[in-house]
């Protein structure tokens, strides 16, 4: 599957994992992502989010925003 949605840029990133209270900064979530891409076997988007979300169930004010988040990190 090829991803076509626009990444909403780095400063508003940031401020979504904050706002998620996501303990990760930026370049973590970065890291992390380029670690999962480059791993010898495939890793499942929804691990990449267990890991992310410390295996929490993250709290999203309404599906669009919880779309918009999940989207964010998939386009990276």
């Known amino acids: ?28 979530l970065y890291g992390l992502l380029y670690g999962a891409v480059s791993a010898p076997a495939v890793v499942q988007p929804s691990q990449v989010l267990s890991v992310i979300f410390q295996e929490k169930d993250p709290v999203f004010e309404t599906k669009d925003e919880a779309s918009s988040f999940f989207g964010n990190v998939m386009v990276l």
């Open 1 to 28: 599957m090829i991803l076509t949605g626009k990444y909403c840029g780095d400063a508003k990133m940031a401020s979504l994992l904050k706002k998620h209270e996501v303990e990760f900064t930026l370049h973590q």
